[in-house]
């Protein structure tokens, strides 16, 4: 099996030859695949186990058949429909149903027999189910009869037993169909659920099976999962499942049972990213309405808006990012109180900076809360200390769930450089980790990959591929013919980061280098070119992503917008694309069909150029992108530099990683040595001071907000915070010297919000979800910025844009986000004032990087560190404070001002604009667009704007030259939306 592992990948990376000792294959063929098709039915005697072991007889099924369009030849007397029945029922054995399904969708069921054709459509699940049997199976799940799924198991084991006395091609079919409906009788959703034949389950079961593809049973994660009890169980849970593991279906799952036996409450799912919210946003939130369970999505400022808290009494579960949900917790009190479950996906970003602060100060706040704590469920692939978090989170040993299960696995590969000069050459070595099942394709990539003949001298030229990157970018070029390719950089800029490889993608296909291109394997050019276009319109033709996309290949990392960003990832996803070149973003969460990871470099450089390992953790949940469940039977990780194999070897090994301590833990202790080092006393002023620590102390004092109740004093409320203290997840691990920093920390801002609340105060920061901190700069430095703040008439008055960056310039945080953005070269206030207004009058970047005088990669960094980030959460703050200090001396604030956050936010010029953004329409050029129209101008209700928007699309050659094909089509779509009435981003 590995022999002809080996060989499978000898012949899609394009190899006419196979090396000699892998040539008996060609020859033996027929015997092989007899072997294998015996080695399936030995496992059938008795109960076999191991599903990793099944998962590869699966793969070897199928190659050895010729499965699918894009295998291998199949070898002489195989009839392929039924090699995918064999290769696809391995599959289910092992618990792989999502690579069952692949490996049917290419086959032709109607050279099957009857009771083949029955294994095929279970394990398949076709929207159209011919066979009898499947169709009462399937309608059984559905109506929660279990005793029919029975009693088709007790029938199909006497027909098994008949049939061995008739025919052998018969009691094969027989043999196989009852051990596919055995496992089925277990797996079944119903027979998983808890009570699972009551009609309770009956919209989740419902939702299940009516989706592309249906669900009919749940992976082994999932089921040992549920079986531990963390639907039923009012315990805490943490749960580690692998990358692709079926962590959302699981979550949806809870969330249905918890809601429905809890009508009255809210449940959250918290999750890192906006990526990631975004994505659910367009699953998770409209699955659980259609279900009777309203939900949205709330993920943009740390303020929340008028929208974002519409309707929160009839919102049944919210997906939030950490950030976001602060606040509305803060300004909604009564909705905190009605919050019963709080699931924290992707926890081990607990180690994340700043963002793993706010998440544990968070997660501290909800322990802390008054009424008691929600229950956690704390869902992580890459924890290995997961006990740990499970018991500070209130857990117990009974409460974890660990599970390896992959619903694809992934092998590995390494490029190894033999020779110098023209001599060199480049092998791949397949599974460097096992011994046992290593092997090599030898010139793997050598001087003839990168020969041309130069078109205006004629002359034979040899492209230079001595660079790792070259490499890196050749062999993904080899491996598009299996599937989609992503090439990882741990950098997104720089000759070494990702933008530094689509220039190499580029300059390679500037000759014509005998390797596959990535417009090869373009089907629909022309839903290329309008992506194209849409980047020229937004960031340039000359932009290196706008050039690599017209090459076929996309660009992505965490400076390029979200709306460009689901763009491209939905290229990947449907394979309009094969080729991507990313960053870590691509481990956001968010679920792309990889079948081939490449691995440029899996060390970060600073600022100075220091090289910084990745984590053994955060490789790990790189690599569990290649191979998804329903896109790949497999993944392939080739490590390009081999000497990182190191780094890389642990986690093929499925060694455990680094443990999570919290990123609490190491800003307290980096705060002790800081202190230490300069002789300090902690005070609430060197706290406020230092831009590092505001995500601590924000998240403190909402903590303490939440505690300070009237009759608490000062006294009581510093003694509550010196508890609260030993409650975080540092206090556990921490040494005695950090363990009384935490509690002074804790101590002097509960000092801080006294003094506040001392001052009648307290409330505006409750009503308002802003952050006590910046009280006293709004009040000593914005508010006297104008003498009046009820005269704008208008969000976009340049006059109210000059004083509210004139205050936010000062601030430290935005100063030294700026700093960091510009490159050490920030430009002054008024240059950036222009920069700000272009953004708000809707302008592209493209145009806002003309302005400013950078170039657009530039640009891209600081519209998503400054613009759309630092300088956005400050202003939201400011104005949020600035119309309670106005409140309190009887005046008041222009809902001009009011609005400024939210055109600051999606970048529009008017009130509709801000509606249509606001509202679900995804491309700001559309917003824009619309939102200038006189026939809109005027409207600010809701549905009268969506209504008149629609209506003004009809007219689609008005639209096209503003907005272009892509965004018209898909803001068509986004108006023909219902949700985008029921839900914010």
């Known amino acids: 099996m590995s022999d002809a592992d080996a060989l499978h990948h000898v012949e899609r990376f394009g190899f006419s030859q196979p090396p000699l000792q892998l040539s008996y294959l060609r020859s033996r063929g027929d015997d092989y695949y007899i072997s294998l098709v015996a080695e399936l039915f030995d496992r059938l005697h008795e109960p076999y186990n191991d599903s990793v072991d099944w998962s590869r007889l699966g793969n070897a099924i199928t190659q050895a058949g010729g499965v699918g369009v894009d295998q291998a030849p199949a070898y002489r007397g195989i009839l392929e429909p039924e090699a995918a029945v064999l290769g696809a029922a391995a599959f289910y054995f092992g618990g792989y149903s999502a690579s069952a399904y692949l490996t049917l969708q290419a086959a032709d069921p109607d050279a099957l027999g009857e009771i083949q054709r029955a294994c095929y459509e279970l394990l398949s699940r076709p929207s159209t189910i011919k066979s009898a049997r499947v169709r009462a199976l399937v309608g059984a799940v559905r109506r929660g009869n279990l005793d029919t799924i029975r009693a088709q198991s007790e029938q199909a084991a006497e027909m098994e ?14 043999r196989l169909f009852r ?28 939702s299940l099976l ?15 999962a549920i079986r531990s009890g963390l639907l039923e169980s009012a315990t805490s849970f943490s749960i580690q499942m692998p990358t692709g593991a079926g962590k959302t279906a699981l979550s949806e799952t809870l969330l249905f049972y918890h809601l429905n036996q809890h009508p009255e409450d809210v449940a959250i799912l918290l999750v890192p990213y906006r990526s990631l919210a975004a994505e659910l946003r367009g699953s998770l939130v409209k699955r659980l309405g259609r279900m009777g369970l309203p939900a949205r999505c709330a993920y943009g400022g740390t303020v929340p808006t008028g929208d974002e808290v519409r309707d929160l009494d009839d919102t049944r579960a919210v997906v939030a990012t950490p950030e976001a949900l602060s606040g509305l917790l803060s300004a909604e009190p009564d909705f905190f109180a009605r919050v019963s479950l709080v699931i924290c996906d992707e926890g081990h970003l607990l180690d994340g900076e700043a963002r793993g602060v706010g998440l544990e100060l968070l997660l501290a706040r909800m322990r802390a809360r008054e009424i008691g704590p929600p229950k956690f469920v704390f869902v992580s692939a890459i924890v290995p200390n997961i006990e740990e978090i499970n018991t500070w989170l209130g857990g117990t040993d009974e409460t974890v769930v660990r599970s390896e299960y992959r619903p694809a696995l992934a092998e590995f590969a390494v490029l190894r450089v033999a020779g110098k000069n023209a001599g060199t050459t480049v092998a791949l070595q397949l599974h460097p980790h096992h011994t046992a099942s290593t092997f090599s394709i030898e010139r793997f990539l050598s001087r003839d990959d990168f020969r041309y003949r130069n078109a205006s001298t004629g002359r034979l030229n040899t492209y230079s591929f001595n660079t790792v990157k070259t490499q890196a970018i050749a062999a993904a070029r080899k491996a598009l013919s299996m599937g989609a390719v992503a090439v990882f950089a741990a950098n997104k800029r720089g000759n070494q980061g990702a933008v530094g490889l689509a220039d190499e ?80 973003t691509l481990a956001e969460g968010v679920n792309l069909p990889i079948r081939t990871l490449v691995l440029y470099s899996v060390q970060r450089r600073g600022p100075d150029g220091a090289a910084e390992n990745l984590l053994a953790r955060d490789i790990k949940n790189l690599v569990g992108r290649a191979g998804r469940a329903g896109a790949t039977t497999k993944g392939l990780v080739i490590c390009a530099n081999s000497g990182q194999w190191p780094l890389v070897a642990p986690v093929a090994q499925q060694q455990p990683g680094e443990r999570v301590s919290g990123a609490l833990l190491e800003l307290m202790d980096l705060l002790q040595t800081g202190l230490s080092q300069q002789s300090l006393t902690p005070t609430n002023d060197i706290l406020e001071g230092e831009t590092a620590l505001h995500t601590l102390i924000d998240g403190i004092d909402a903590t303490l907000i939440d505690l300070a109740a ?44 006294a003094a506040i609340k001392g001052s009648g105060r307290l409330g505006w920061i409750r009503e308002t979800g802003t952050r006590a901190r910046m009280l006293e700069s709004v009040e000593a430095k914005l508010l006297p910025m104008r003498e009046r703040w009820d005269d704008v008439e208008t969000a976009t008055d340049p006059e109210l844009a000059e004083a509210l960056l004139t205050w936010a310039w000062d601030l430290p945080e935005v100063a030294e986000a700026v700093k960091e953005a510009y490159r050490d070269a920030p430009p002054s206030r008024s240059d950036f004032t222009r920069v700000l207004e272009a953004w ?146």
């Open 210 to 224: 009516n989706r592309d593809p249906p669900a009919w049973d749940f992976f082994p994660s999932q089921i040992d």
């Open 161 to 174: 037993s008949s049939a061995l006395q008739l025919d052998p091609d018969e009691w094969v079919g027989w």
């Open 179 to 206: 051990r596919i409906l055995s496992r089925f009788e277990e797996t079944n959703v119903r027979a998983v659920l808890p009570d699972g034949e009551s009609e309770f389950w009956n919209p989740l079961v419902r």
């Open 505 to 584: 993608l580029l300059a390679q296909l500037e000759n014509p280098l005998p390797m596959p291109t990535p417009m090869q394997f373009v089907e629909d050019a022309a839903k290329l070119q309008a992506a194209v276009e849409y980047f020229t319109l937004e960031y340039g033709a000359s932009w290196v992503g706008t050039r690599a996309l017209a090459a076929g290949a996309v660009l992505h990392h965490g400076d390029i917008p979200q709306e460009s960003r689901e763009l491209v990832e939905a290229l990947v996803r449907k394979e309009d694309v094969r080729l991507a070149i990313c960053t870590s």
């Open 840 to 985: 708000i009058d809707g302008q592209p970047l493209v145009e806002l990087a003309r302005r400013a005088g950078i170039d657009i990669d530039t640009m891209l960094g600081v519209h998503a560190r400054v613009i759309s980030y630092v300088l956005q959460v400050a202003v939201e703050q400011g104005i949020g404070l600035l119309k309670k200090l106005l409140e309190a001396s009887d005046r008041e604030l222009a809902q001009a001002v009011a609005d400024f956050p939210e055109h600051l936010r999606f970048g529009v010029p008017t009130p509709t604009a801000k509606v249509l953004a606001a509202g679900g329409v995804r491309h700001r050029r559309a917003a824009v667009a619309l939102g200038r129209s006189p026939e809109l101008v005027t409207l600010v209700d809701r549905a009268s704007v969506f209504s008149a928007a629609r209506h003004l699309l009809d007219d689609r050659e008005r639209w096209l030259p503003a907005m272009g094909r892509l965004v018209l089509e898909n803001t068509l779509e986004d108006l023909r939306d219902p949700s985008v009435f029921d839900d914010e981003g």
């Open 710 to 753: 009237e009759e608490l004093g000062e006294d009581e409320l510093v003694r509550i915070a010196g508890e609260l203290s030993s409650q975080t997840f540092a206090a556990r691990q921490a040494g005695p010297a950090t363990t009384a920093l935490m509690k002074q920390v804790f101590e002097l801002r509960a000092q801080r919000v």
